[in-house]
């Protein structure tokens, strides 16, 4: 065997090594937690004002990642044709949302 050709063993045995090691990586990597979101409360006049997720009520930086994010609501006293009722509104709105709310309309448009 000539040295030419035992090096390309080795690197061939390393390249196997390596894609074992990635294969177990990928196997034993850890599944990205999903957010647990609290089942929403009616809105009504009793938590009026109040702020959902729950956890933007009592953190200011929760609030703000959840504003950032397009996720956090507030309960309010909203007009209607006949009348009043409370109702969960957006703070914010994420961008993406919109983007794919003018592909939505652009398409119904279209059929």
């Known amino acids: 065997m000539t040295a030419g050709a035992g090096s390309r063993v080795i690197i061939r045995f ?3 090594v ?25 809105c009504n006049a009793a938590n009026k004002g109040n702020l959902w997720p ?12 959840l504003f950032e994010r397009g ?10 044709t006949f009348g009043m009722k409370y109702k969960w509104e ?3 709105v ?11 309309k652009q398409r119904s448009s279209n059929n």
Do not use: I, W
């Not at 996720?71 to 209607?80: F, G, I, K, M, W």
């Open 54 to 65: 729950d956890a933007a009520n009592s953190s200011p930086d929760a609030g703000l990642a």
């Open 18 to 42: 390596a894609l074992v090691v990635l294969a177990g990586a990928v196997c034993f990597a850890e599944q990205p937690q999903e957010r647990v979101l609290s089942p929403k409360p009616v």
């Open 90 to 92: 957006r703070l914010s």
């Open 14 to 16: 390393m390249k196997y």
């Open 94 to 104: 994420n961008a993406r949302e919109l983007a794919k709310e003018k592909q939505n």
């Open 71 to 80: 996720e956090l609501e507030r309960c309010t006293l909203v007009h209607v």
